[in-house]
């Protein structure tokens, strides 16, 4: 009793809240009408009106605390009347589509919360390996998370719905009387009405339930309410749907108890359990027991094939669904649409099971089926003609295999080569024969090779023959034509295809030069112009075609090629004018094979240059003047050295290489061998004195030290601590600036080092390694080897010494 107190105590709190709050509002209308011209109820805005009744409902207060409240706040009996006009107004334009829509949130459906969602990681481990097995037919419908088959909220209601406890109802009167009921059924199974006695609807479809809820409401103070000419409609709906739930059995995937909405059906309730177990299930005989009696057999190929839903019912709470044992299946593999293994049912023949598969594909070979059927001690090989298909009862672990057409033709013949059409033609009775065939195929290419064509016929052993016919002589009747036969292949040649690729060949002065597919009756100029014309240096009175000699005479030519000297009009040109008929090159007709040379000018040669820097007046690029221009009159043109250059350190390289050269003696006598003549490309780098000398190779502490006048070869190795142990001293040389090399000399026994200069570069090589010799290891046990060896004969003596 004292929680029952205390309850009726919190619903008295909450509803006093309520109260204040649509005191409150009421208050703020009025305020806000108080600003306006004293027309009240009228001068309200659409929206501040259906703001009103939207709080107004969710206060939870019935309808007369709502008008005693208005009524305390100065409103009259008058001002209701119009405000309860007013909404009905507004519902009435949003109703027909017209005026402002009155947007009620509060009676938008959803579903329960506490519905039961598919594990999806639980179903991996049923799945079946597609990659070895073949598919069930239907497995993979449940296997698709896009295909949940959840109910669709947004329809209306269904009509024959059975309301149960937990359902929500949205009573809506309109007309000359308005109002609004949002009720929500009990676990008794009634609604509640305020002051309306509870109405039991728990069971009754929802037409039921609506017109019991409206006679009641007709007999509780609303007169003529849903009845015709009253001018007072009521509409009831279903607002949330509860849950229910049902049971799935048998050779699921994952049988239990599931919670779905009470508009789920079974397709969704067979989702949430992963469908039918691919393994052992069956796809086509699922129960839907109610009440201890099946009330529907449901059937999924009609779904999958054809889209039929009837069996898609609306389940009710406690159902259950039992998926049964298959009892045959079979496979499907080969030449058919859809490869898999079906369920059959009794009284279905192989017919049905092609129509589940999709029929055959197009290169099935229909005229027979081959059948693997399993025998009580082994398997059985059964041929099913096309004419048993209709009446042939399939039995379990069937396996029905469709092959492939065969990759040849009953009625082909083949034309190819020098023809305006070939291809592939049927062999007909108006087209039997070769010239028939040629006919057909629109004669015969004006490039046609007429003495010889080929025809290569299949034989009885499948080998190919060959048969060789005169295509001139056949074509103009003078001998027999031959005919057909299946799988024949006629080739005709082209005079083209039996000689070689006739092409010409310009080399030489021209912008273009290429080799070019030979056309008659083209000239050396047709052919200088398609190679892009001559160059700038070419020289057109000196034009040579090179011909092959291919007379077949008895003796032997001392020439193996046949020669023209031709003279051509630099700008090609083709008048008549006397100075053109001189032009050779327009009269001359070319041959296949001919090579076309057109050569420079004697005088003609491109800009070459050299580049000198370094310590010269005048650095840069120069122009090779003259073919006889050599390394001091490079130096001239630039303006001679400065007296900064190091004459002895002077590089002179060509093609990136450095030259070993001695620009002194050039000075000295110009005729000397060191003064080379000058090529496209050479550089001459004239330094200052380099004050560095660089010891590198077998030293203790190779590095540069600073030059001395008085220095000799022994005193720059002393600066870096001598030779090491592998220093092969006799080898040592010297590496001067300009590239000149000098090694160590020996007269009789004295060492003659060589001259160390400024710049210069000491190297000292190493010893080659020794691959021959032993290490300290390996001497040690050659050594213990020999020791023991020596033992042991000295062991051997002295026992045969005892003895004797």
């Keep these: 009793m004292r929680t029952k107190d205390k309850l009726s105590?919190?619903?008295?709190?909450?509803?006093?809240?309520?109260?204040?709050?649509?005191?409150?509002?009421?208050?703020?209308?009025?305020?806000?009408?108080?600003?306006?011209?004293?027309?009240?109820?009228?001068?309200?805005?659409?929206?501040?009106?259906?703001?009103?009744?939207?709080?107004?409902?969710?206060?939870?207060?019935?309808?007369?605390q709502i008008e005693q409240a208005a009524m305390s706040q100065g409103y009259t009996l008058d001002d209701i009347t119009r405000m309860r006009r007013r909404i009905t107004e507004i519902r009435s334009q949003a109703n027909r589509g017209g005026g402002r829509a009155v947007v009620d949130t509060s009676i938008g459906r959803s579903l329960p919360g506490n519905l039961s969602r598919r594990t999806i990681d639980s179903l991996r481990l049923l799945r079946r390996d597609t990659t070895r097995r073949p598919v069930v037919f239907g497995a993979s419908l449940f296997e698709?998370?896009?295909?949940?088959?959840?109910?669709?909220?947004?329809?209306?209601?269904?009509?024959?719905?059975?309301?149960?406890?937990?359902?929500?109802?949205?009573?809506?009167?309109?007309?000359?009387a308005s109002d609004n009921f949002r009720l929500k059924v009990s676990p008794e199974g009634a609604v509640k009405v305020p002051n309306v006695p509870p109405i039991l609807v728990s069971g009754l479809t929802i037409e039921e339930a609506e017109r019991r809820i409206i006679e009641?409401?007709?007999?509780?103070?609303?007169?003529?309410?849903?009845?015709?000419?009253?001018?007072?409609?009521?509409?009831?709906?279903?607002?949330?749907?509860?849950?229910?739930?049902?049971?799935?059995?048998?050779?699921?995937?994952?049988?239990?108890?599931?919670?779905?909405?009470?508009?789920?059906?079974?397709?969704?309730?067979?989702?949430?359990?992963?469908?039918?177990?691919?393994?052992?299930?069956?796809?086509?005989?699922?129960?839907?027991?109610?009440?201890?009696?099946?009330?529907?057999?449901?059937?999924?190929?009609?779904f999958i094939l054809r889209g039929d839903r009837k069996d898609n019912i609306r389940l009710q709470d406690d159902d259950v669904i039992r998926v049964a044992d298959y009892n045959t299946r079979v496979e499907m593999a080969g030449e058919v649409r859809r490869p898999a293994i079906f369920e059959v049912l009794p009284g279905e023949t192989l017919k049905d099971i092609l129509t589940f598969a999709g029929g055959f594909s197009d290169e099935a070979y229909r005229a027979a089926i081959t059948l693997r059927r399993n025998t009580p001690r082994e398997r059985r090989i059964i041929n099913v003609t096309e004419d048993q298909i209709a009446t042939f009862v399939p039995e379990p672990g069937d396996r029905y295999t469709?092959?492939?057409?065969?990759?040849?033709y009953e009625n082909r013949v083949q034309i190819v080569g020098a023809v305006m059409r070939p291809g592939d033609y049927a062999l007909e009775p108006t087209m039997g024969t070769v010239r028939e065939l040629i006919k057909r195929a629109e004669g015969l290419r004006n490039d046609a090779f007429l003495n010889r064509a080929n025809i290569f016929r299949e034989r009885n052993e499948l080998e190919r023959e060959n048969l060789t016919f005169d295509l001139g002589l056949l074509m103009k009747g003078e001998t027999q034509d031959i005919p057909l036969m299946r799988q024949d292949s006629i080739v005709i040649q082209s005079i083209r295809g039996l000689r070689e690729n006739y092409y010409v060949l310009i080399q030489g002065a021209v912008n273009r030069p290429d080799t070019f597919n030979f056309i008659n009756n083209m000239s050396v100029a047709d052919l200088i112009a398609l190679a892009g014309g001559f160059r700038e240096g070419a020289s057109s009175n000196n034009l040579e075609v090179a011909r092959r000699i291919v007379s077949d005479s008895a003796g032997v030519s001392k020439n193996s090629v046949q020669t023209f000297q031709l003279v051509a009009n630099r700008d090609l040109a083709l008048s008549t004018s006397p100075d053109a008929q001189k032009n050779e090159a327009n009269t001359f007709m070319l041959q296949p094979f001919d090579i076309v040379y057109v050569r420079s000018l004697p005088n003609y040669e491109a800009q070459r240059e050299v580049y000198v820097y370094g310590e010269v007046k005048h650095p840069g690029n120069y122009a090779i003047a003259s073919r006889n221009e050599r390394i001091i009159d490079l130096i001239r043109r630039a303006g001679g050295i400065k007296p900064e250059a190091y004459l002895p350190g002077a590089q002179y390289r060509r093609g990136g290489e450095l030259v070993g050269n001695d620009l002194r003696k050039i000075f000295d006598d110009p005729g000397a061998e060191e003064n080379l003549l000058l090529k496209d490309g050479d550089t001459l780098f004239v330094p200052r004195r380099s004050e560095v000398i660089q010891i590198q190779g077998a030293v203790l502490n190779p590095s540069a030290v600073s030059y001395k006048s008085n220095f000799r070869f022994e005193d720059y190795i002393a600066q870096t601590g001598g030779f090491t142990d592998n220093a092969r001293q006799k080898k040592a040389y010297v590496v001067y600036p300009n590239g000149r090399k000098d090694r160590t000399h020996r007269f009789l026994f004295i060492k003659i080092r060589p001259e160390v200069e400024p710049g210069s570069t000491i190297i000292v090589p190493f010893q080659p390694l020794d691959q021959t010799r032993l290490s300290a290891t390996e001497r040690i046990g050659i050594f213990s080897v020999i020791t023991t060896l020596a033992a042991t004969t000295a062991t051997v003596l002295i026992n045969l010494m005892n003895r004797q």
């Design 9 to 64: 105590h919190y619903h008295s709190v909450i509803r006093h809240l309520c109260f204040v709050l649509v005191v409150l509002l009421l208050a703020g209308v009025k305020e806000t009408m108080a600003q306006r011209p004293a027309t009240r109820v009228d001068q309200l805005s659409d929206e501040q009106v259906v703001e009103f009744y939207r709080r107004a409902q969710a206060s939870g207060l019935s309808e007369e």
């Design 144 to 176: 698709n998370a896009n295909l949940s088959f959840e109910p669709n909220l947004r329809i209306a209601t269904p009509r024959n719905y059975v309301v149960g406890p937990d359902d929500e109802i949205t009573i809506d009167i309109s007309g000359a």
């Design 216 to 302: 009641r409401l007709r007999k509780a103070g609303y007169q003529g309410l849903g009845t015709p000419g009253s001018g007072t409609y009521a509409n009831v709906t279903l607002t949330n749907i509860r849950s229910i739930r049902v049971t799935l059995v048998g050779e699921v995937v994952r049988p239990g108890t599931y919670t779905i909405s009470s508009l789920g059906t079974a397709f969704n309730a067979l989702y949430l359990a992963g469908g039918p177990n691919p393994e052992t299930g069956s796809f086509r005989r699922i129960s839907i027991i109610r009440g201890n009696r099946v009330v529907r057999t449901i059937d999924l190929y009609d």
């Design 402 to 408: 469709i092959g492939k057409i065969l990759n040849r």
